[in-house]
């Protein structure tokens, strides 16, 4: 036992200070001691309280000499002999080691204090460079650590839209390392290729199927600009181009990757079948309609135009009426004198006297088929058109032409034949719009570009 002695050594029995000392030894090496502090001189005390005169007391009988701070000894010379001195985080005595827990100089082991700890250790290099051989971890560098080892390893984790587990790149959804750097997954694809990176090129267009068609949002895309044509109405066997034409609605519409559009590419009304240039009239034409497939909300319809009838009673009375582009529908050639065929509203049907209304776009909905004639008349055209000659029969069912189909359909027939059909409602939800009516002839089209 060193003559000269700490006053915390003095204040507690011996033994239990050595086991304090050696318990803080061999703690984690990688959490250090706390380092004591001193006060200056104390003189020990007996057993019963009282101070020693000459600074001494007697410790399971080992005399232990009370001293100053101010004539201690510091803690590098005491290194060594196996108390944990002032300025020391250990002392395993003969066992310090600089390859062990407590380093020959009494400090606590640590990655990064440039010694190797055998056994707890597999690198020190002194530092804290996680791109050497030797990151912070104390354990050699590999591939697959999380680390990049630079000038050895490309990638090593996580990257920019992707990830790199044992320097393999995986890059996410979509994604693409198309400079073959293996840092970063640098190319959203958009549904193409590196070569040739997407959204796919646009518009797309569609046309008279006559069923619901259906488009998927590509990847990337958000914004979409959809533009509806109606179709034209029908003719009487001897009449060329009089039926009605189709309307134009243009319009901007958010969107998102992945979602399903359903489209109804509107249908010319068919002329009449098997009449001649004293009999039949023809079908109204079918409206075009775009509508988010979930929820049916329905985005853009174009009304299609009237049938043309006979020529009897004289311009204007047999020509079929043009699409419109607002929400009602539009009269026959005979609601026009007479007020007795309108046009639908708010989504609905046209009236029918005599030849079949347009539908709207609730019936549209339900069925987009157009309306079958009777007797020698045309057809309705796929998307709610009208067919022509159709009972009731007020005067003749034979001669009033069909009306158009479309948000609301156009009116048919009236107070007696040789009228014309009415044109068909449009709608257009949609930013930026742009419409015209009675701008198309022959079938509708729809167009989605991006």
């Known amino acids: 036992m060193t003559a000269r002695r700490r006053e915390a050594l003095v204040s507690a029995p011996l033994g239990l200070l050595l086991c304090t000392a050696l318990a803080g030894c061999f703690a984690p090496p990688d959490v250090p001691l706390e380092t004591e502090t001193f006060s200056t001189f104390s003189p020990p005390t007996t057993e019963d309280g009282t101070t020693a005169v000459d600074g001494t007391i007697s410790v399971d009988g080992t005399t232990v000499v009370g001293e100053t701070s101010a004539d201690s000894t510091s803690g590098s010379e005491l290194c060594g002999n196996g108390e944990v001195d002032e300025g020391e985080e250990c002392d395993l005595a003969a066992n310090n080691s600089d390859n062990a827990g407590c380093t020959s100089d009494c400090r606590l082991a640590t990655c990064g204090d440039g010694l190797l700890y055998v056994g707890r250790e597999e690198c020190d290099d002194g530092n804290t460079d996680d791109t050497d051989e030797c990151p912070s971890t104390c354990v050699e560098a590999t591939c697959g650590d999380g680390f990049v080892w630079a000038g050895t390893e ?201 030849g079949a209304g347009g539908n709207g776009w609730a019936s549209v909905l339900a069925n987009p088929a157009g309306q079958t004639a009777c007797n020698y008349g045309g057809n309705g055209g796929f998307g709610g058109g009208g067919g022509s000659g159709c009972a009731p029969n007020i005067c003749n069912d034979l001669h009033t032409a069909g009306g158009g189909g479309g948000y609301s359909g156009g009116g048919a027939g009236g107070s007696c034949y040789y009228y014309g059909g009415g044109g068909g409602g449009s709608f257009n939800m949609g930013a930026n719009p742009d419409n015209s009516p009675g701008v198309r002839m022959g079938d509708g089209l729809v167009t989605i570009a991006w």
Not at 242 to 252: H, I, Q, T, W
Not at 280 to 308: D, Y
Request: charge should be negative.
């Open 154 to 354: 490309q990638c090593d984790g996580d990257i920019a839209n992707g990830a790199c587990n044992a320097c393999t790149i995986a890059c996410d959804e979509g994604f693409d390392d198309c400079d073959g750097d293996g840092a970063s997954c640098e190319v959203e694809l958009c549904g193409g290729t590196c070569d040739q990176p997407g959204p796919l090129p646009g518009p797309i267009e569609f046309m008279v199927s006559g069923v619901v068609d259906t488009f998927v949002v590509p990847p990337c895309v958000t914004l979409v600009t959809i533009e509806a044509w109606g179709a034209q109405g029908g003719d009487n066997i001897s009449l060329v181009d009089l039926g009605g034409r189709g309307a134009r609605m243009r319009g901007d519409f958010m969107v998102a990757p992945g979602d399903e559009l359903s489209i109804v590419v509107g249908q010319r009304g068919t002329n009449a079948t098997s009449g001649n240039a004293a009999n039949g009239a023809g079908g109204g034409g079918g409206g075009s309609f775009v509508w988010r497939t979930a929820g049916q909300e329905l985005l853009i319809a174009a009304g299609g135009g009237g049938g043309s009838s006979l020529t009897n009673n004289g311009m204007p009375h047999y020509l079929g009426k043009d699409g419109v582009v607002e929400q009602n529908g539009t009269g026959s050639r005979s609601h026009d004198q007479y007020g007795d065929a309108p046009g639908g509203m708010n989504g609905g049907n046209g009236k029918t006297v005599c």
